[in-house]
């Protein structure tokens, strides 16, 4: 299995509400990613876990908490979001040896957020 | 500021022709290059890699050339077919990743 799922595919979401996105790999890898992707730009570098530890936090608000609940699962938790947060969320993994970011990474399919 | 840059944002190319997708990259440092293709409604997929100790990688129909002189990368696609319609990143690789602002490139039928 060489998939990275998403949920949900689509999501919409007022500046109050709170919601989560989740990301799901049985690669068995564990270095694991959530990049931003506004329209017609690259993708952006959020967070990187490594073995279900955060170890990078690309200084994103404090209104995206990121989670490792396990090897296979991470999500993304959002509270209080803006109208500007509003693009494709995208996850990733990858092996985490000799270094995660100088391993192939797999990404999800994305969700679509939008906010309100 | 550092950065990796796409010389032509878009490209169309006829069925069969090759295409060639440019990359420009600011830092001398960087070690180790990815090109990845972003279809519509799809994650990026990795394409094809290469090191810095190396100045040209094959893979199947495509070709990566690093040119560290003047710090360029480069894809070329061999017979472009409509199934390689996509937006295409380079991808820069030090402590951690940095993508270029990426070209759309239309195959025409």
């Known amino acids: 299995d060489t998939e990275v799922t998403q949920t949900p595919k689509h999501l919409v979401m007022g500046m109050t509400n709170k919601k989560s996105l989740k990301c799901e790999q049985h690669?068995?890898?564990?270095?694991m990613y959530w990049y931003k992707q506004k329209a017609k730009k690259p993708p952006e570098l959020m967070f990187v876990y490594s073995y279900e530890k955060l170890s990078i936090n690309e200084s994103v608000p404090s209104r995206f908490s990121p989670e490792c609940p396990n090897s296979s699962l991470l999500n993304l938790h959002l509270h209080a979001l803006q109208p500007e947060d509003s693009a494709l969320y995208l996850c990733?993994?990858?092996?985490?040896?000799?270094?995660?970011?100088?391993?192939?990474?797999?990404f999800g399919p994305g969700t679509r957020l939008t906010v309100l | 500021g550092e950065s990796v840059g796409l010389h032509l944002p878009t490209l169309s190319v006829q069925e069969g022709d090759n295409s060639i997708i440019n990359c420009a990259y600011s830092n001398s440092a960087s070690d180790y290059f990815i090109w990845y293709k972003q279809e519509s409604g799809k994650g990026p997929q990795f394409i094809i890699d290469?090191?810095?100790?190396?100045d040209k990688r094959q893979g199947q129909r495509v070709t990566v050339l690093l040119n560290k002189t003047v710090k360029h990368l480069s894809l070329q696609i061999a017979a472009t077919q409509p199934g390689d319609s996509a937006v295409y990143f380079c991808?820069?690789?030090?402590?951690?990743?940095?993508f270029g602002p990426g070209t759309s490139l239309s195959v025409i039928p």
């Open positions: 990733a993994s990858s092996q985490d040896t000799p270094g995660a970011f100088y391993n192939e990474q797999f």
């Open positions: 991808a820069e690789i030090r402590d951690k990743v940095i």
């Open positions: 690669m068995g890898h564990r270095a």
């Open positions: 290469i090191r810095s100790n190396m």
